[in-house]
């Protein structure tokens, strides 16, 4: 098996020199978060420490039914507690979830121009071919098995209108392909309001076909916890179900005690979009003054930028100035002349970047 390298591992030399600054690195390369874990959550991960006993694959009750009520509320979705199944965060599923839906050889995943490595890795994993498009036009006669969305982007920000993802969830039904959406960023939306593959506007009020991937780790600051979970087609997560009971996929109890406290406070999820919005106005104004174009960027967790230079180029000339970014390239070929710049630093290091590109 042939896997393309790990990204990260190629970023070494500018993350020396970024590290080598006098008043140390701002690292806006990865997107992982800073922020502590809020209190109501931290509460009730420790709460559940006691508990001795297996875990349920499925999860608790009560973690489906506020999952459940967090995709209304939040995001006009209405699903059955019982098509709701967490994972181990949400890379675990994106990487394995053309295996468990019987993608293997000689079968198509489609995945975005400018993508998520994982969607790649998992196509591979699977051993199936893997074709990047943003159009169905593209795709031509082809049937593929899985068929990636992701609004907001992760790298680009880019949202896509209700009626782009309703198209593609019509073209896939047709041809009896998977559409799995990444919905990781949704709920930080800048100056788009991006949507749901299972809002009605999309599915048609039907979720067969869809899967809709959540995380925990933006929104909720839960990174280090792991805390992700999948959604849409009862039949698709049934089938999920089935086989990570098997395969010993299991999210630990005192996490799913956390994620079923994050999932019901609304609270801490507004709080930390104030942090990202403050961070983002600084980061983009210095940017853009410095002679940076911000492209797309309409909501998520980062700024798509370009100094109309060779993106490892821009890597080596924020990294003399101790400022460590991701080159577009890590996310396709078409991002050779971009880079990704993550809003997740302290106040402090936003401010210091700030201060470093008006120099």
């Known amino acids: 098996m042939t896997l393309p390298d790990f990204p990260w591992d190629t970023l070494a030399d500018a993350g020396a020199r970024a590290r080598a600054h006098p008043d140390g690195v701002v690292d806006l390369s990865i997107g992982t978060p800073v922020d502590p874990v809020p209190p109501v959550i931290q509460e009730a991960l420790t709460g559940?420490?006691?508990i001795p006993g297996y875990p349920a694959t499925h999860g608790t009750p009560a973690l489906r039914e506020a999952a459940r009520d967090a995709l209304a509320r939040r995001f006009g979705v209405r699903v059955d507690r019982e098509a709701i199944l967490p994972t181990i965060g949400s890379k675990e599923l994106v990487a394995w979830l053309p295996t468990l839906l019987g993608v293997g050889a000689g079968d198509l995943v489609v995945i975005p121009p400018l993508a998520y490595p994982t969607y790649e890795v998992g196509a591979r994993l699977a051993g199936a071919d893997v074709l990047r498009s943003d159009s169905t036009v593209a795709v031509g006669p082809a049937r593929p098995k899985l068929v990636w969305l992701n609004s907001p982007s992760n790298p680009t920000g880019r949202v896509l209108p209700a009626d782009h993802l309703r198209k593609v969830v019509d073209?896939?039904?047709?041809r009896g392909a998977v559409v799995a959406s990444d919905e990781c960023y949704l709920s930080l939306d800048w100056d788009a309001s991006p949507v749901s593959i299972l809002h009605p506007s999309v599915s048609g009020g039907s979720l067969e076909g869809l899967l809709a991937v959540h995380s925990l780790s933006k929104s909720s600051c839960l990174a280090g916890y792991r805390a992700g979970y999948v959604t849409g087609d009862p039949d698709l997560v049934a089938r999920l179900l089935a086989i990570r009971k098997h395969a010993g996929l299991i999210v630990p109890a005192p996490v799913?005690?956390?994620m079923t406290?994050?999932?019901?406070?609304?609270?801490?999820?507004?709080?930390?979009k104030a942090r990202y919005a403050a961070r983002r106005i600084v980061l983009r104004k210095a940017l853009e003054h410095t002679g940076f174009t911000v492209e797309h960027s309409e909501a998520g967790l980062y700024l798509w930028c370009t100094r109309g230079e060779e993106a490892w180029a821009t890597v080596d000339w924020l990294a003399a100035r101790g400022i460590l970014v991701a080159p577009g390239t890590f996310y396709g070929p078409t991002g050779d002349r971009h880079v990704?710049?993550?809003l997740t630093a302290s106040d402090e290091r936003i401010e210091a970047a700030a201060a470093r590109l008006a120099e």
């Open 256 to 258: 799913q005690a956390a």
């Open 48 to 50: 559940a420490a006691w």
């Open 171 to 174: 073209w896939a039904r047709e």
């Open 340 to 342: 990704r710049v993550a």
């Open 261 to 272: 406290a994050a999932l019901s406070d609304d609270t801490h999820v507004a709080e930390q």
